[in-house]
């Protein structure tokens, strides 16, 4: 059981460049999440799924589009690369009805938007 | 406005020492507190978690208070060790009745670094 992967685990763009985040898991959860963390502040929910199919905005959805198109996947993009968007960001899943707030958070992807 | 804060945002312990960390809340309607660790460069990993109707709750050394009646949590670590060096985030879940999917609110975290 891997849980949940990330790919890449770092990455470097130029402002404007376009870049696909993927998520994997391997816990047949229904639930997946991303999110980002920036120094000195609580993560942030980008972007949510609540099974295959769906998406949903969660806190800063601005800049980022997701798709869910298989279950064990949950793919972020960012069309346009910002500076701002300079953060790490954090893929999780949930899927046991009982302890629905119970995610597993992957290792992270680190961007930095120059 | 629903909030956790978290304190204090760092602390330096000595390996063998106690400390307690604190979690202070305003999230409504309350779910469940959930308290995480992040080492360096990982993703959190869950430690403890408490409903409404429990007030403390062990995994090893680390022991969750919660107090519901003030809305306050803490994460008392016995023993500390240099692999307890990390990052510890508070996360409460509000859910309304009815609903499977609750809303998380994180903390900012503590920073807790053990020397030798």
């Known amino acids: 059981n891997a849980g949940v992967t990330q790919t890449p685990k770092f990455r470097v763009l130029k402002t404007g460049q376009s870049m696909t985040l993927l998520c994997a898991q391997d816990m047949n959860h229904e639930y997946m999440y991303w999110y980002r963390q920036d120094p000195g502040m609580g993560l942030r929910l980008i972007h949510y799924s609540v099974g295959e199919g769906t998406t949903a905005k969660g806190e800063v959805p601005d800049g980022y589009n997701v798709s869910r198109l298989k279950k064990q996947n949950f793919l972020l993009g960012l069309e346009s690369a910002a500076p701002s968007q300079t953060s790490v960001y954090f893929c999780a899943s949930s899927g046991d009805r009982g302890r629905l707030d119970e995610q597993f958070f992957g290792p992270g992807t680190r961007l930095t938007v120059l | 406005k629903n909030q956790v804060e978290q304190s204090p945002q760092s602390l330096i312990i000595l390996e063998g020492k106690n400390c307690t960390l604190q979690?202070?809340?305003?999230?409504?309607?309350?779910?469940?507190l959930r308290w995480y660790k992040q080492d360096t460069g990982r993703g959190p990993v869950s430690l403890t978690i408490?409903?409404?109707?429990?007030n403390t709750k062990s995994n090893g050394r680390y022991t969750a208070t919660l107090d519901a009646d003030t809305k306050q949590s803490s994460l008392h670590i016995t023993a500390s060790q240099l692999s307890d060096s990390a990052s510890y985030i508070c996360?409460?879940?509000?859910?309304?009745?009815?609903?499977?999917?609750?809303?998380?609110?994180f903390g900012r975290g503590t920073q807790l670094t053990v020397w030798p």
């Open positions: 979690c202070n809340y305003t999230v409504s309607p309350f779910s469940n």
């Open positions: 408490m409903t409404f109707s429990e």
């Open positions: 996360v409460v879940s509000a859910k309304d009745r009815g609903s499977t999917l609750g809303r998380l609110y």
